[in-house]
């Protein structure tokens, strides 16, 4: 794996007025890496993933990419990122997967995939077309393309949003509770997508309440505790031998010590 990160935060913080939701967080994330987040609800973990992501102005830390430090401007709550363009070409390259499908309604199955390389990235409506089309193959729903977003399941649904985000091209992936409004059954279904594309080497982040795909798929997990990083290592380590007492009450709550 290259050395250089495609994705490094360092000493980040985030507050909401007086909550302070991130207290100095690192995280690095290498060409071919799955990191997996975890921890329970209101730990910082969305937030973490959202402030990679630029979705989300952080208060003090650095955020590289690839290498490239985010330009800012002003300090504590008044910081913001300096350069525009920068910002989108940074977004261009991290694509993002949301809890909920966040499909337009109004337009098929290909045209939600094809929109964002058509319009942000001006390329050739031809080969988006065709390169859609293999993405939608890819999360098994290339029957769904004339399809419209309510003719779908919970489950087809979201393995179109990440088809979507792969029509990017992007350097890196980024899973914000991508399974958690799914059924079960239809759960499977997602989980099964992303395990196939960890396979294949790809950068992703996955915020997750699902410990056995982050056992499964992940490089490395860091469990987030009340805004911190409590305790990081390989999905061994961490699931066959938390070192500490929080993670150990977290893992068994989920059902998930070995």
């Known amino acids: 794996m290259s050395p250089q990160p495609v994705i490094e935060i360092r000493g980040l913080h985030k507050a909401y007025g007086s909550l302070e939701v991130l207290k100095g967080v690192d995280m690095r994330a290498r060409k071919g890496e799955v990191i997996s987040l975890i921890g329970s609800s209101g730990s910082g973990k969305s937030t973490l993933l959202r402030c990679a992501n630029l979705l ?3 208060q003090q830390g650095e955020i590289l990419f690839s290498g490239e430090a985010v330009k800012w401007k002003g300090e504590a709550s008044h910081r913001r990122p300096a350069d525009a363009r ?3 070409r ?24 094809m929109e964002a390389p058509v319009t942000v990235l001006r390329r050739d409506r031809a080969e988006v077309e065709a390169a859609a089309r293999v993405y939608l193959d890819k999360v098994g729903i290339g029957d769904k393309a004339e399809a419209y977003p309510a003719q779908l399941s919970g489950g087809q649904q979201q393995r179109a949003a990440i088809a979507r985000a792969l029509a990017m091209e992007p350097e890196a992936l980024l899973f914000d509770e991508p399974t958690s409004a799914l059924d079960p059954e239809l759960e499977q279904e997602v989980v099964k997508v992303i395990k196939a594309l960890a396979e294949e080497g790809r950068t992703m982040i996955l915020v997750t309440h699902d410990m056995r795909m982050a056992r499964d798929v992940s490089d490395h997990i860091l469990f987030l505790h009340q ?5 990081e290592g390989a999905p061994a380590e961490m699931f066959g031998a938390p070192r500490s007492e929080r993670l150990r009450s977290f893992l068994s709550h989920s059902g998930e010590m070995a």
Do not use: C, K, P, Y
């Not at 805004?227 to 305790?231: H, N, P, Q, T, Y």
């Open 90 to 113: 940074i977004r261009t390259n991290l694509s993002m997967v949301f809890q909920q499908f966040n499909l337009w309604a109004h337009m098929t199955i290909l045209q939600n995939v």
């Open 227 to 231: 805004g911190l990083v409590e305790e």
């Open 86 to 88: 920068q910002v989108l």
């Open 56 to 58: 989300e102005d952080s």
